[in-house]
């Protein structure tokens, strides 16, 4: 086994310690040669282009970019299909057997497809969803675990042309009927269940309900996980259907549809500062490209790898570094179905130790959780074979990075920390770990190509040291194209602020040698443990209860998950505020949102504070909830209400 390092966090903390890239992975890393940056500078679109050329096209583009503000059309003109680039394109080389999928389920089966296997299911599937009526342009929604079944119904939709729309199955049967309803899915894919914890989530239950008001569907296909007998799920005549009694009776010819660069592959639902989620659109050639180029330089992949991303596919990390960007490379990629303690809290270094795990991909919520569980558990294992670590989803602080590139890389792998979001398609900012020294806590600089600024109000880039809002000053080629059904949105939320510019909606500051450090959202969403909840939503969802006259809802600073959900809730005039209460109101969110939105606390005030026009100032009520002294409260319309709250609240604390 590899030494580990001794010396103390703090020490490997000390001002100025950074991390370059240990001799031997430079020498072998896929790109080494820092001179990438300049090229990729010189000609943006000749950079993506040389990437395009390594993919299979049906027919090349004429122009690799037309950009009309915020209008980006990416390879126009080019006829491509991401699922023949996934799979085809590796079988008639030695990738043909090769392991594409690695799945580990939470009570421990393992299933092994290989790509020949992969593309064999996703043909086959794809001609059920024609069977069934699916056609290039229409929307499946895809409601399932994390089985390989996941990947294939995407695939499937991707070969025939079809728009998936994957629904992370921790979200509520309402949450569910919001993206039917706003995608007018045709078809959806689901499961009887999966395991998570022990526990099954009852996903065709909630399924059921939540198409009680989705008239679109017509079919719905159930993957029979085997977490209840076949028997004891509901099916209803004419409507469902078992998964495997398709697949038995699919033929598997099933030529891949020659798609438009910019016909539509997905659309992704994302919470945004209002309380409807809105349906991030991607499409097919520059996704491809975009998703294509980072794997392969981000994650240095080689043939040889085994790869794990940790993630959910029901989040855009899963799409695009558990299914896409893998599989376009010829990686193999694992999946993970449940959770990182079950049976006990080393099951994530048992499975790094059991399949030779090389590279891991993960986020920083999942390293303080294990930072608190202890050294012990992953000290009980091999991870010897592991030879890079990624981080995405929150900002990353630097005892945890250390604590990571310790702990789990034994002080030998390098530490990528990636910023992107569901918007970009792809990472974004994040080191290429051939050639950037690391500072914890930092992503450190653009990918090749990407333009990315610190500005302040007026637009203007702020010097080095300050802080300001993180912007995209050029298109890129995974790039968002529109919210699904809301052009106008998209303008507004990303275009409008800086005309020609992207807003991120994150806080960032530059160093003096122009590395970036998130700080954050600075609009009204929260990050909870990676995953991107919108105060708004959790707001509706709480003044939903008959009980409720107002709320507001703010994230707090928390240890392990980054943020918690702090809910501040006025209650109806000669409601009984009751001892239940406050956890009846919790799993009222869980069970409109799904459980990720539960709030932490709920602090019951008798008034909430605002401004003279009536707007809730959030701003204070951060300022209680994290304890410290009150904000500006020149325009607050009375300020004893913040007063009591601020004394309610230390009262309730001690
Ligand atoms: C945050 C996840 C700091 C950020 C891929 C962003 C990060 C939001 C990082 C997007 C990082 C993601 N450092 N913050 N490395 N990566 N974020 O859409 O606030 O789920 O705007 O995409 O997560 O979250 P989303």
Redesign the pocket.
Known sequence: MVEKVQAPIEALLQEGRTFPPPDEFRQRANINDPGVYEEAERDPEGFWARWAEQLHWFRKWERVLEWNPPWAKWFVGGKTNLAYNCLDRHLTGARKNKAAILWEGEPGEVRILTYWELYRQVCKFANVLKSLGVKKGDRVTIYMPMVPELPIAMLACARIGAVHSVVFGGFSSDALRDRIQDAQAKVLVTAEGGWRRGNIVPLKRNADEALKECPSIEHVVVFHRGCYEQSQVPMTPGRDLWWHELMAQAPLECPAEEMDAEDMLYILY?SGTTGKPKGVVHTTGGYMVGVYATTKWVFDLKEEDTYWCTADIG???GHSYIVYGPLLCGTTTVMYEGSPDWPERDRWWALVERHGVNILYTAPTAIRTFMRWGEEWPARHDLSSLRLLG??????NPEAWVWYWRNIGGGRCPVV???????TGMIMITPLPGITVCKPGS?TRPFPGVAADVVDDAGNSVPAGAGGYLVLKRPWPAMMRTIYGDPDRYVQQYWSRYPGIYF???GAKRDEDGYFW?V??IDDVV?VA???IGTMEVESALVDHPSVAEAAVIGRSDEVKGQALWAFVTIKEGVDRHQGLEQELREHVARKIGGIARPDRIIFAAELPKTRSGKIMRRLLRDIAEGRALGDTTTLQDPAVVQTLREQYEHLEG
């Not at 981080?391 to 990353?396: A, D």
């Not at 920390?417 to 918007?423: F, H, K, M, V």
């Open positions: 994302t989040w855009v990390t981080s995405v989803g929150e900002p990353i920390d990636t910023w992107w979001q569901t918007e992503a991120t909606g994150d998130i954050g959202r990050n990676g995953h991107r």
